[in-house]
């Protein structure tokens, strides 16, 4: 079975200051990780996915991620937050078995 | 590029109704899925599909019904609506290989409302 946590519902910061998302997974078997964003009334988009090789994943819009096995952690990162990055982040994992398991999603708002 | 394309968009229905809800994707992905999102629980799988004629049960199953008789399309069927089926309803697709190693492309979202 796999499962991720998701160790903060709401994260505010000032526009411009740098955030970490947190995310901590579970799962019996080889993992890949993914990182999806949500606008308003939107579907979701794909930040970044780490699926084998380097531990430090880029993604889109500045953001990058790092996977750490010892701490089954996969933390996403910006160093300078906009207005415009107000959206859920989900962490996400799978593994062979065709599923995919989210997060409950961490709502992350920049305020000017 | 439409990708994956839910209708309707909104829907309000009584308790005991039935719908279904459309979902159809035009890149040829093998893997489709569904879920349902709640406020503060994040996505969780309803049902999937590897391939035409394979479906299988996700986490939250009970009161819905899927088939898949075509790659592109993929419907969601509510047998008895009840009130604990007011969610917004996400479809999903990917390439072979399924959801557990592939990006997922997902649609706008259903927002289902049972009276």
């Known amino acids: 079975a796999q499962s991720v946590t998701q160790l903060d519902s709401q994260v505010p910061v000032f526009e411009e200051a740098p955030v970490e998302l947190r995310c901590n997974y579970s799962?019996?078997?080889?993992?890949?990780l993914f990182w999806y964003v949500q606008y308003p009334n939107q579907g979701l988009q794909l930040l970044l996915k780490?699926?084998?090789?380097?531990?430090l994943v880029k993604g889109i819009n500045g953001f990058e991620a790092e996977f750490n096995k010892s701490q089954t952690s996969f933390h996403l990162r910006k160093p300078s937050v906009h207005i415009s990055d107000t959206a859920e982040y989900f962490c996400?994992?799978?593994?062979?078995?065709?599923?995919?398991?989210f997060g409950k999603g961490t709502l992350l708002t920049v305020n000017p | 590029n439409a990708g994956v394309t839910q209708t309707p968009k909104f829907q309000v229905l009584k308790t005991g109704q039935s719908m279904t809800l459309q979902c159809a994707q035009d890149?040829?992905?093998?893997?489709m899925s569904w879920y349902r999102q709640d406020p503060g629980m994040g996505l969780r799988l309803i049902h999937y599909?590897?391939?035409?004629?394979?479906?299988d049960q996700g986490e939250v199953p009970n009161g819905y019904n899927v088939s898949r008789s075509t790659t592109e399309d993929f419907p969601l069927r509510l047998l008895s609506a009840a009130p604990s089926q007011t969610s917004v309803y996400f479809c999903?697709?990917?390439?072979?290989?399924?959801?557990?190693?592939?990006?997922?492309?997902f649609g706008d979202g259903t927002r289902l409302s049972i009276l």
């Open positions: 999903a697709s990917s390439p072979k290989g399924g959801a557990g190693n592939q990006p997922q492309h």
């Open positions: 799962s019996s078997v080889s993992v890949y």
């Open positions: 780490y699926l084998s090789g380097s531990t």
């Open positions: 996400a994992v799978g593994g062979s078995n065709y599923k995919l398991t």
């Open positions: 890149m040829n992905h093998e893997y």
């Open positions: 599909s590897v391939g035409a004629g394979i479906t």
